[in-house]
């Protein structure tokens, strides 16, 4: 009779397990169909995030994409042509004259500015100067003029049918040259945050002017390669971890090797491999002084 009731329990215990299993799942599949972090966001959600327009982290205005893109702004609607740095081709995208935002938000000042930072759904952060903004005058895009889906393939980051909304920064690089010869440097997409920065906000990030010209040198590489997708010390991007406790958790070997070559250890990691059309002696080399960078970094806030 004991092992009867034994064999019953057994067998509740396995249909209340397989239960929460199938709850959890169902509830997990809910939470992320409902996420804005969702590569593949449905375009009636995107158009009710709110796009924040902060100055110096202060919020000055909220604005749905569903306005921006209604008869409010007809005037500042415009189509832009570029080469898509993604899908290495021409598109043409339906986008919105930041200028013009700049200035009914942020007044006649902006112009006096450090720069500009866009933060993404996905945690990414790109800091631009505003000299840049000025000069070469990117828009908003917010969808295609063709009716295609409003995604793109970023396979340098290792992810595919990237739903670009609400907001995607284009610039129009079949008239500057330069631009084009940049690629997707400065293309932040699923924008919903944009901050002016009246001073630079990355100062503290900086060595000071007894560090060593290695430390120096490891700043630059970092400032170029690294900080829109990861911080340092709480300061950067937060697509990726936090450098300085990557620094505490893993040895100086296993950093470097995964800063080399990023998917040779994680086949599924959205990290680019920086340095790979560098000689390998010279890749060892820069990635000695980011290393050496982040190191001075974190000892420095001891």
């Not at 396995?14 to 804005?36: A, P, R």
């Not at 009710?48 to 702004?73: A, M």
């Not at 980051?157 to 400065?186: F, H, I, T």
Request: proline share 5%; hydrophobic share 40%.
């Amino acid at each position: 009779m004991s092992k009867l009731k034994e064999e019953f329990m057994k067998k509740i215990k396995m249909v209340n397990t397989n239960f929460f299993k199938i709850l959890f799942f169902v509830i997990g599949m809910f939470v992320f169909s409902q996420s804005t972090f969702a590569i593949g966001y449905p375009s009636k959600k995107l158009a009710e995030i709110k796009i924040q327009w902060t100055d110096q982290g202060q919020l000055i205005q909220e604005t749905l994409l569903k306005d921006l893109r209604g008869p409010s702004y007809k005037s500042w609607q415009n189509q832009v042509k570029v080469w898509e740095p993604h899908a290495q081709k021409v598109r043409v995208y339906h986008a919105l004259n930041l200028i013009e935002f700049l200035n009914k938000f942020f007044g006649p000042t902006w112009k006096k500015a450090h720069g500009l930072s866009f933060t993404c759904r996905d945690g990414y952060i790109a800091h631009i100067p505003l000299k840049e903004i000025r000069r070469y005058q990117p828009m908003l895009a917010y969808s295609m003029v063709n009716g295609e889906d409003f995604r793109v393939d970023n396979l340098k980051q290792n992810e595919k049918d990237v739903n670009l909304g609400p907001l995607y920064l284009v610039w129009n690089n079949l008239r500057y040259s330069k631009l084009k010869a940049q690629g997707a440097k400065n293309w932040p997409y699923q924008i919903v945050a944009i901050n002016l920065e009246r001073k630079d906000p990355l100062l503290a990030l900086r060595p000071d002017k007894h560090a060593s010209s290695q430390i120096k040198q490891g700043h630059k590489i970092f400032a170029k390669n690294c900080l829109t997708c990861h911080a340092i010390n709480k300061l950067g991007g937060q697509k990726g971890p936090d450098l300085s406790e990557i620094i505490s958790l893993k040895s100086e070997a296993e950093i470097k090797a995964y800063i080399l070559d990023p998917r040779k250890l994680n086949p599924d990691s959205i990290m680019p491999a920086m340095f790979e059309k560098k000689s390998k002696k010279m890749a060892q080399r820069q990635i000695q002084f980011l290393y050496e960078y982040l190191k001075f970094q974190i000892q420095s806030k001891k």
